[in-house]
């Protein structure tokens, strides 16, 4: 398969010469006036043993007239057609409003993306470095393009980027994601996962309107995962329909043991996953092995508990089920629990307004301001534990990503903070900023860029 690879940024962060290095000679003019690039310089070239096309582009600058346009325009070619996008920052000038209107640029697009902080030699670069984590595109990789410091973390991303490219060539042509409309954008994946039974089937043919899956009480009917398109309000959804995920030692026949793969990866491949339960044998051991594997795959989770229908006080068991919910699966707190009957449709709205509701906190995006004044509030109200008499010192957090929430914080001593501390951190973030029933990722980092120099 063809791999493209566009390095892109603003004017005179060095992106020519990160071209050049990697290429492995001067092919691309380099000089400290900004935007003499103009137009895409593309060489073919074999980059730890992946073949590959690297493109070289005019640096983006607001505008809207002349030549600015016509260098904006090539920018977004590149970035269409490129498989990987190398965003290229100049760590000694730190994130400028140029570098902002690209991070939404390189979302509109959806491409992989691997933010890279050139001339971060020297102690200058390393506020740039950490500001850079706030233009939520992932961990930056710390180089000098001119030295030569850190391209080897370009090229291994590259090389991951490519092999990772490959497996989801191979997975999407095992899958159906539907048809992008005419602004590009896919339908919402909704995984409908669960105990053999449970009435999975039965909700999808009810969301869709037609007994589109066979259905009936003996368990296992259901081998492939299915997708079925809706269009729910202003929303396309593409609704996967899974077999019963049963215990290991339960899975026999090998058409079994395939279609419990296929759910798996109709759970990895999901934005949302409802866990359906049964209303009268629910938070079984296998629900709740579900339920993990859903929130270790960073999915959006909705519990619905089915059959409602059958249960004759309500109230007093929806209040169990939620005490039941908070204290069997607190890895997410918060979950929208509904309650439903798939056979009549009743609870269906409620299921799918809490699905969008899901998905709009796992794509949520928080400022770096606010999380800092939050952190600092964090610390303030419960210092951290020291350390053989020294201090843990929090210095800084960012939001690296969404899809799902994962932030990052710089801490002197990240290996020696307790895991006690990291979840008083993360349930104030749910509680704080809103975040119920999504997994929130917490990475710690040393407070240190890894190329600035004692004394340079």
């Known amino acids: 398969m063809s791999f493209t690879v566009a390095i892109v940024g603003r004017p005179n962060v060095g992106k020519s010469t990160l071209f050049n290095r990697l290429v492995g000679k001067k092919l691309a003019l380099v000089d400290d006036q900004p935007g003499l690039t103009r137009d895409r310089r593309e060489a ?4 730890e043993g992946c073949p590959l096309t690297l493109i070289d582009t ?5 505008g809207d007239q002349g030549m600015t346009e016509r260098m904006r325009l090539q920018t977004e070619a590149a970035i269409k057609q490129a498989d990987l996008v190398l965003f290229v920052i100049d760590a000694r000038m730190g994130i400028t409003p140029a570098d902002e209107i690209f991070a939404e640029l390189v979302r509109k697009y959806g491409r992989p993306v691997a933010l890279v902080a050139n001339k971060s030699e020297g102690r200058a670069a390393e506020q740039g470095f950490y500001e850079a984590f706030s233009l939520g595109l992932g961990e930056p990789l710390a180089i000098s393009a001119e030295h030569a410091l ?4 370009v090229t291994e991303a590259i090389a991951e980027a490519y092999r990772d490219a490959q497996g989801s060539a191979r997975a999407d042509a095992e899958r159906d994601d539907g048809e992008p ?10 995984a409908i996962a669960g105990r053999p039974n449970v009435g999975k089937s039965t909700l999808v043919n009810t969301l869709v309107e037609e007994d589109r899956m066979i259905t009936g009480p003996e368990a296992g009917i259901t081998r492939d995962a299915i997708a079925s398109e809706i269009q729910w309000g202003s929303r396309r959804l593409s609704i996967f329909d899974t077999a019963g995920l049963r215990r290991k030692a339960r899975i026999e026949a090998r058409a079994e043991v395939l279609s419990v793969g296929d759910t798996l990866r109709a759970i990895k491949f999901a934005e949302v996953v409802v866990l359906l339960l049964d209303a ?26 089915n059959k409602w229908d059958l249960v004759e006080d309500k109230q007093a068991r929806l209040a169990e089920l939620r005490a039941m919910c908070q204290r069997l699966l607190p890895q997410a ?16 709205d409620r299921l799918m307004d809490a699905v969008l509701a899901a998905d709009g906190v796992w794509n949520k995006r928080l400022p770096t301001a606010a999380l800092n004044q939050w952190l600092e509030e964090m610390v303030d109200a419960h210092t951290p534990p020291a350390v053989s008499g020294r201090r843990l010192k929090l210095r800084y957090l960012t939001q690296a990503n969404a899809r799902p929430p994962t932030f990052v914080a710089f801490c002197s001593q990240p290996k020696a903070l307790p895991e006690s501390y990291v979840r008083y951190l993360v349930n104030g973030l749910r509680e704080t900023f809103d975040l119920p029933g999504v997994p929130i990722r917490f990475n710690l980092r040393k407070g240190k860029n890894p190329y600035v120099k004692s004394k340079s």
């Open 333 to 348: 707190k918060g979950v929208s629990l509904v309650t439903l009957s798939a056979q009549s449709g009743k609870g269906v």
């Open 150 to 153: 850190g391209v080897g973390d």
């Open 181 to 190: 409309d005419e602004d590009g954008v896919y339908p919402l994946r909704i």
């Open 44 to 47: 073919d070239v074999v980059i």
């Open 280 to 305: 009268e044998k629910p938070f079984e051991k296998q629900d709740l092995q579900i339920a993990d594997l859903i929130v270790r795959e960073g999915r959006a989770i909705v519990i619905a508990v």
């Open 58 to 62: 005019a640096g983006l600058e607001p």
